[in-house]
């Protein structure tokens, strides 16, 4: 797929003006408009069917399935986003799944089957215990409760990542993500200085290294420049500030020897004598505003004046909304949206003191996120299109044996990986492009090698088994699909309701004419269809009758996926 072809394919399947897509093959760069939508954050008060249940599953899970989009219609919305962001288990350690994998890995520490995440560091398995850590991150995501918090610690990632392959230390990256999972729901200010002294963070930017006597700005800029003032127009702090900031900073680390080689987790700690004790004066951008330098322990207090004064400033409610808005509705804010959305989301997490749960409740009940201009008008992340296939087929384990389980994992990390997302670790500290990059952004998913390796993943999962290792694959079981839906031996139901699962928006009677063409096999009456359905349930043990719906299924699937639609939420 060219450039060109690219644009082309957005034009046809995105709710936009084809009038502003460029036609220059060598940046295809755009400005991208949409149907102006009128609403704003008012409650959403139309029609609650499959149409809307099924945006709000889409955006805030991997994933769903009919049981799922059936529960959550009948709940209501209210009940329904209640659900949503109810309490989530808290998913167990991940364990040493590595020893027998036959790749001479042997862990000293850790028995095979115990969890590693207070073993001491050992530089020569920190390899494969991050890839098993990594695998856990894959496995939370197929294994979520209907709750939001998987993709709220994507977001969270996202926003405020710790590259775990940098950090190269998977019990602190494990900690890292536990903090995520603690505050995911929870309160930004606390989220914020839960996450400045965490060790991953500590050791991705710096921080570990931060001394009065060379001052490092890494943290100090991220912290206002990405976590938390952003990069708008209004966002005026300056180098001063960034510098002030690193001063105040000053003192804050870990212990590698005791801690990082030790059994235990990674803790990070104060330490005075580092710590710059004269005060910290910033712009006219935070009033002016001087923190009293202090010594000794008392020192600490001094994080919490700085939060207090990025908090303060109305920049930080209003970035960290836009962001929510990129994130969970649509990667375009234009005018009508800043002030619709954006200024009234960020006045009632001022006025929450900075609780992400009022905020995520209102944006989910809101007029605007049921507008029809955001319906299907995202393009799906690489993790919520293998994902969320993959929880959407029930794809199960061949087998239950812990390395069995490892290999799978491994491989539906780095086939993520290979289309543009790797879990853990995105490519840099303002994370994926997609999330904020203008004036592609989510575009920036569907690439001339992606785009293809996206069909090919799907594809093998449907037909000929989704590759693990050389001597075993996984299929989607399709009969086992197909015998969720209400009437799957009527070939217009069971497409209407397959496209309703798989694609999640409405889809034209031409297309679903031409689904049902290869469902039928180019027969003319359902009866065809009917018959092979009746013959297998009757006879699910016949192989022969089995291969007939097994390859119709597969044939009609596989057209479905290859759908523009199918790419998009």
């Known amino acids: 797929m060219k ?48 149409q809307q249940a099924s945006h709000l599953l889409k955006r805030t899970l991997f994933g769903y399935r009919k049981t799922d989009l059936k529960h959550f219609q009948a709940l209501g919305l209210t009940a329904a986003i209640d659900e949503l962001i109810s309490t989530s288990p808290i998913p167990t350690a991940p364990a040493n799944n590595y020893n027998d994998m036959g790749e001479g890995v042997e862990d000293p520490d850790v028995p095979f089957g115990e969890s590693f995440v207070d073993a001491p560091r050992r530089n020569e398995l ?177 994080l919490d004046e700085l939060i207090s004064m990025l908090m303060d400033n109305d920049e930080t409610a209003l970035y960290l909304c836009r962001r929510l808005y990129n994130f969970f509705v649509h990667p375009e804010i234009d005018e009508t949206v800043e002030t619709q959305m954006i200024e009234p989301m960020a006045t009632m997490l001022r006025d929450n003191d900075y609780e992400i749960m009022p905020v995520i409740k209102a944006m989910f ?73 203008v004036p592609s952004y989510d575009r920036l998913w569907i690439t001339t090698d992606s785009i293809t390796k996206r069909a090919i993943r799907i594809d093998s999962l449907i037909h000929w088994g989704f590759w693990v290792s050389e001597s075993e694959t996984i299929t989607a079981d399709l009969i086992a699909f197909a015998e969720t839906l209400d009437n799957p031996q009527n070939p217009n139901t069971l497409i209407e309701e397959a496209a309703m699962i798989l694609l999640g928006i409405p889809i034209s009677q031409e297309t679903k004419d031409y689904l049902k063409s290869i469902l039928l096999s180019g027969q003319q009456t359902d009866g065809y269809w009917l018959g092979a359905w009746i013959d297998y349930q009757d006879f699910p043990d016949n192989m022969e009758f089995k291969q007939i719906v097994e390859t119709r299924l597969k044939a009609t699937m596989q057209a479905m996926c290859q759908l523009g639609e199918f790419q998009l939420m």
């Open 3 to 50: 450039d060109r072809d690219i644009d082309e394919w957005v034009r046809k399947y995105r709710k936009v003006d084809p009038v502003i897509f460029t036609e220059d093959p060598q940046t295809s760069a755009r400005s991208r408009a949409r149907t102006k939508a009128t609403t704003g954050l008012e409650a959403y008060a139309g029609e609650w069917g499959e």
């Open 126 to 302: 920190e390899g494969p215990r991050i890839t098993s850590l990594k695998g856990w991150l894959v496995q939370n995501l197929i294994d979520q409760e209907n709750t939001i918090h998987e993709k709220m610690i994507l977001f969270w990632n996202n926003l405020i990542p710790a590259k775990i392959w940098d950090v190269f230390v998977s019990k602190t990256s494990y900690r890292y993500f536990e903090t995520l999972r603690t505050h995911a729901l929870g309160n930004f200010r606390e989220l914020i200085k839960a996450i400045t002294l965490d060790p991953s963070m500590l050791i991705f930017l710096n921080g570990a290294w931060n001394h009065k006597y060379a001052p490092d700005e890494n943290y100090a800029r991220e912290l206002q420049e990405l976590f938390c003032i952003g990069k708008g127009p209004n966002a005026k702090f300056s180098e001063s500030d960034v510098q002030t900031a690193a001063r105040l900073l000053t003192g804050n680390t870990i212990d590698w020897d005791n801690q990082v080689n030790a059994t235990g987790p990674v803790e990070s700690f104060f330490k005075p004598e580092w710590h710059d004790s004269e005060d910290k004066t910033f712009s006219a951008f935070y009033g002016n505003r001087v923190i009293q330098g202090r010594q000794g322990l008392s020192a600490e207090v001094e």
């Open 365 to 437: 009940s809101s007029a605007h996120f049921y507008d029809e201009s955001n319906l299907g008008a995202m393009i799906k992340s690489p993790t919520d299109h293998l994902i969320g296939f993959w929880r959407t087929m029930n794809v199960q384990y061949h087998s239950q044996e812990t390395t069995a389980i490892y290999r799978a994992q491994r491989s539906l990390l780095w086939s993520m990986a290979e289309i543009g997302q790797e879990l853990g670790d995105p490519p840099n500290v303002a994370g994926w492009q997609a999330y904020y990059q």
